[in-house]
C-alpha cells in the first residue's frame, strides 16, 4: 500500500551574490517535499514499523526523485539530502522510518550516480514548521564547501497526523567558499605533528 499524499510542495531559491560580492556562477537549491498521511496514527505504539516501510517507501521515494529531476538537471546537481517532519501526534521514529531506508534513499543516490550517503534531519513539528534540509557534495563528504541547508515552510503542514518528507538538490556549494576541506585540515594537523616531533 502506497503512503496517502495530500499536497506536494516545491521551494526553489538562487543566490547571486553573498557577502556583497558576486560570485562566480549562480546556485540554485531546490527543496521538494511531500505532506504524506501517518499510517501509524492512531493506533496507538507500533511495534513493527515494517510492513508499511517494505510497502511505501520506495514509491515514495522514486516519486519525490522524479519531482527533483524534473526541476533540476540531475547532471547538475552536486549536492543533495534529505529530511522529514512528524507532526505532533507522531514519534520522531515515524519521520525516521520514512527516509532511512535504502528503499526510500537509493532511488535518488541511484538517480544522481553518488557515493555519499544523504544528510538529513528528522524532527517533530506543527504547521509552518521550519523543513531544513542539510547537503552535502554527493561524492565526497570532505567538501565543506558543500555543506549547506535548504529551509523552505509549508502553512498548512505537517498536521498532527502527517509526515513531511523532502529532499533537497543544489548545483553548486556556498557560492564563496574559503574555509578549505576535511583533507586540507588532516594535511596541516600531519605537518604540525611533524614540526612537534622535529622540535623534540
Known sequence: MSFEIRKIATYRETTYIEGGKRGERPVTMLG?????????????????????????????????????LKEIDGEA???????AVVGAD???????????TLRFGNHY????????????????????????????HKHDEGFRSHYITLEMRIEDAPRQDEIVVALGAADGGRVHPR????????????AEAARDGNDD
Not at 505504539?45 to 516519486?63: H, M, N, T
Not at 574555509?179 to 600531519?190: K, P, T
Open 109 to 136: 543516490r541511484e538517480a544522481v550516480d553518488a557515493k555519499s550517503y544523504l544528510s538529513f534531519t528528522n524532527k517533530r513539528g506543527g504547521p509552518g514548521t521550519s523543513i531544513q534540509i542539510p547537503m552535502m
Open 77 to 83: 546537481i552536486e549536492a543533495y539530502g534529505k529530511a
Open 90 to 100: 507522531g514519534e520522531i521514529e515515524h519521520a525516521s522510518a520514512i527516509i532511512h
Open 32 to 68: 521538494v517535499a511531500a505532506v504524506i498521511a501517518n499510517p501509524w496514527h492512531g493506533r496507538g505504539f507500533v511495534e513493527d514499523l515494517a510492513p508499511e516501510i517494505r510497502d511505501g517507501c520506495s514509491a515514495l521515494g522514486k516519486q519525490i526523485v522524479e519531482l527533483v
Open 179 to 190: 574555509i578549505g576541506n576535511r583533507y586540507q585540515d588532516l594535511q596541516e594537523l600531519a
